[in-house]
């Protein structure tokens, strides 16, 4: 069980006084507190996923819908894969959700898409969804589909992961420990370690753009 951090200054023992200083001394006790190994599995399994020609579907609701929106981009800009997120089309996603119900709406959009055994899919959750509480069913619908089709499923969730950390090839954990901020520091954390992600050696194919500008600048 994971314990809750302190919310001092371990170098200089001194009690922490604004929001400011105690939000940024929380982030930084769960950022050390992150399973770097986990990164690598995921790196290593959304490489093989792309080397494999299959596509990347990035799932989140709410926040975790732009995330994922962002995330398409940096997947297919800077590592060459054919990402694609499900909530980019308002339309469509309205349209199943009043036609065939919330539930349905990753399930069946996959199942337009072809979902195969070569793709993959990459949930971006708080609670990695959980059908019982009835919190981000369309989300357990799609891991259940994903499973059944043969597709990798990988993660970045807090809480206990839910769905997605049960049921994914490999996920990473933000760390609960601080109950009162669970959402936005997963949140926060997620952008973080996506990005970490397009970063990683083995996904980054092309470079960023002001880091290429400041290379041709000091030529």
């Not at 929106?69 to 054919?82: I, M, P, Q, T, W």
């Not at 619908?141 to 089709?149: C, M, N, S, W």
């Amino acid at each position: 069980m994971l314990e809750r951090a302190s919310a001092t200054d371990s170098a200089s023992d001194r009690v922490i006084e604004t929001f400011s200083e105690s939000y940024l001394a929380e982030t930084a006790a769960i950022v050390a507190r992150l399973d770097t190994d986990d990164m690598e599995l995921v790196a290593s399994g959304l490489a093989r996923t792309r080397d494999g020609g299959g596509r990347l579907f990035i799932l989140g609701v709410g926040g975790s819908a732009a995330h994922a929106s962002h995330a398409v981009n940096d997947y297919r800009k800077l590592c060459g894969f054919e990402a694609y997120a499900p909530t980019d089309n308002v339309s469509e996603l309205t349209a199943r959700a009043n036609d065939e119900g919330w539930d349905a709406t990753f399930t069946e959009w996959l199942r337009g898409s072809r979902l195969s055994e070569k793709d993959a899919l990459l949930v971006f959750s708080v609670g990695g969804g959980d059908r019982e509480r009835g919190v981000s069913a369309n989300l357990v619908a799609a891991l259940e589909l994903a499973r059944d089709r043969g597709a990798s499923i990988f993660g970045i969730v807090g809480r206990d992961g839910g769905a997605t950390r049960r049921l994914a090839d490999a996920s990473v954990l933000v760390p609960p420990l601080y109950p009162e901020h669970i959402t936005p520091h997963t949140e926060g954390l997620c952008a973080v370690i996506w990005h970490l992600l397009v970063s990683h050696p083995k996904l980054k194919l092309n470079p960023t753009k002001w880091e290429s500008v400041g290379q041709e600048g000091s030529r």
